[in-house]
């Protein structure tokens, strides 16, 4: 939505910065401003329906392709993309009949996958099987797990449980492997974080830090420090 505006520059700084011969169209979808970038589509909803509203409408009506690979707004790319490698999963999507695949894993698989010693299987009761971080998804399967009103956290954790009742594939890469590579969240709380915007300034992506905080060195380093002690 229009709220993370700030975001759309460093966003697809990076984007393009580690995937340039991305061969996929590229949709943006938000209110009413526009990102002003030939290779970027924006799809204007006039308002913001809420993030699941968003995802059906565009999903049924503005995007026309079966499959899609979805990034939140604040998730920047780190490394380069390699196309042949996402162009051969969404090739074993597309054989295989898997409904989400996810490319990088967040979390990872359970059990290996007979066809593919480089992706593994999520279990059908697998807490987290839906995720928005990025996968390439089946629009089908996809849209089936779209409840309105819904925001992206309530998608993951009462779509998960949805998704129980599905007997298509749910896969994903194994951690050794990772397929896309990035930073996520960039923005939390209404804050930019410190790790983020310092990997910005290090790459030469702008940053748009004129509309809210950035998250102090201290509170960067007490949450490195929390997430070490989560058992």
């Known amino acids: ?8 520059g460093s966003f697809f700084g990076s984007f393009f910065k580690y995937w340039p011969d991305c061969p996929f169209p590229v949709y943006l979808i938000t209110d009413n401003k526009i990102y002003p970038d030939q290779r970027v589509k924006t799809i204007n909803l006039g308002i913001d329906h809420g993030w699941a509203n968003n995802m059906k409408i565009c999903l049924s009506e503005k995007i026309p392709e079966r499959f899609f690979l979805y990034f939140l707004e604040d998730v920047f790319l780190t490394k380069k ?4 490698r996402i162009l051969n999963l ?10 989400c695949l996810r490319l990088y894993p967040s979390p990872g698989p359970d059990r290996p996958y007979p066809s593919r010693q480089d992706l593994g299987i999520i279990d059908e009761k697998a807490p987290y099987r839906v995720s928005t ?3 390439i998804w089946d629009k089908e399967a996809f849209l089936r797990l779209l409840k309105p009103g819904e925001n992206a956290w309530q998608m993951e954790l009462d779509g998960t449980e ?12 194994w951690p050794k492997s990772p397929a896309i590579e990035y930073l996520a969240t960039a923005i939390k709380r209404g804050h930019w974080q410190y790790d983020a915007v310092k990997f910005c300034k290090r790459e030469g992506i702008a940053v748009d830090l004129s509309r809210r905080p950035i998250e102090t060195k201290w509170q960067y380093l007490r949450r490195k420090l929390d997430r070490m002690f989560v058992i």
């Open 162 to 173: 949805r998704s129980w009742q599905m007997t298509e594939l749910f896969l994903s890469v």
């Open 1 to 8: 939505c229009d709220n993370y505006e700030d975001s759309w």
């Open 133 to 135: 971080m990025t996968a």
């Open 90 to 99: 969404l090739a074993v999507l597309k054989k295989d009949r898997v409904s």
């Open 81 to 84: 993309e390699k196309t042949e």
